[in-house]
């Protein structure tokens, strides 16, 4: 019987909670002819040694070196001719009915390109995964200052999403995170998959918006639920310092590659003053700001840039 979904799942050092994924698809499976691939990224905790030890139950691609989210889940894409590909974190479990719903969703409209479920916490709390994208400079004042307490509860949250929404309904959005996505095929071969510029963080960002702009529909759907450890992986590997260095290195790389450079100077003027306002006020407080302090030189160092080329 043809395969009709692949999951692909990406591991580094995934341990017990690779071994909770691959038991959460085997308790709640779809009810689709379906296969298993994961891409192993060098892993040094027994986790590789654990999937081949599953034989065919999983499709194993292992490599020699870290290759990165988005590399790896393209090398997971060209390992299989599935016509649906469901993109799941190693450190993600899914419930029940949650992947036939999200199958469901994603072949309602022709023009849904990606749909992603509700994401919740260890503790069953609501994990935030729907933001605006790409974010813009008005929209870092408003919620930095508060000033979208101004505006009602329902018109704060349909316009700002991120904490201010529920997400408790199905609607049309321009980003979903890469820790549970179903995929169509036909994104990959019209839009090509993950920007291999980006190691990991941003990624994500970048596909969706360039799936968005490409005229497909990207869908939310709560009644698909995915529960997510979330950064699992990033702890493991870079301290948190380190960790931020990725993520401020990995905004800009999308910035650049994905914005106008009006747009991008509007976003870090705005960044920049927000970021300067942060700093007098920990600094009144007689608090050491590290984070701040490296997201002020990140940031100012790539305003004189943008200010250079104009």
Request: aromatic share 4%.
């Given at each position: 019987m043809p395969v009709e979904l692949a999951i692909i799942i990406v591991n580094w050092n995934g341990g017990e909670l690779l071994r909770r994924c691959l038991e959460s698809v085997a308790q709640c499976p779809p009810s689709l002819p379906h296969e298993i691939v994961v891409v192993d990224n060098a892993s040094t905790d027994g986790s590789r040694e654990w999937l081949e030890s599953l034989g065919e139950r999983v499709r194993l691609i292992k490599n020699d070196e870290n290759a990165g989210f988005g590399r790896a889940n393209n090398q997971g894409f060209a390992a299989t001719d599935a016509p649906l590909l469901f993109l799941l974190n190693n450190d993600a479990e899914?419930?029940?009915?949650?992947?036939?719903?999200?199958?469901?969703?994603?072949?309602?409209?022709?023009r849904i390109g990606m749909c992603g479920p509700r994401l919740i916490n260890p503790d069953g709390s609501l994990q935030i995964s729907v933001w605006r994208n790409p974010v813009t400079g008005w929209e870092l004042l408003v919620t930095s200052f508060g000033l979208a307490?101004?505006?009602?509860?329902?018109?704060?949250?349909?316009?700002?999403?991120?904490d201010y929404w529920a997400h408790n309904r199905r609607r049309r959005v321009n980003m979903l995170i890469g820790a549970a996505i179903l995929v169509k095929r036909e994104i990959v071969d019209a839009v090509g998959g993950f920007d291999e510029r980006f190691h990991m963080y941003g990624e994500d960002n970048e596909w969706c918006l360039r799936t968005v702009r490409a005229g497909w529909w990207l869908m939310f759907e709560p009644d698909a639920t995915v529960m997510h450890h979330g950064g699992q992986s990033a702890r493991k590997r870079w301290t948190s310092a380190e960790e931020l260095q990725t993520r401020?290195?990995?905004?800009?790389?999308?910035?650049?590659?994905c914005l106008p450079w009006r747009r991008a100077l509007t976003v870090e003027l705005s960044l920049c003053f927000l970021l300067s306002c942060k700093r007098v006020y920990r600094k009144l407080q007689g608090v050491v700001a590290d984070d701040l302090k490296l997201a002020w030189q990140v940031h100012t160092k790539e305003l004189k840039r943008l200010l250079w080329q104009s």
């Open positions: 899914v419930r029940a009915g949650a992947i036939d719903k999200l199958i469901e969703t994603i072949n309602s409209e022709q307490r101004l505006l009602p509860k329902r018109i704060r949250g349909e316009l700002l999403l991120a401020l290195d990995s905004y800009l790389n999308f910035q650049r590659h």
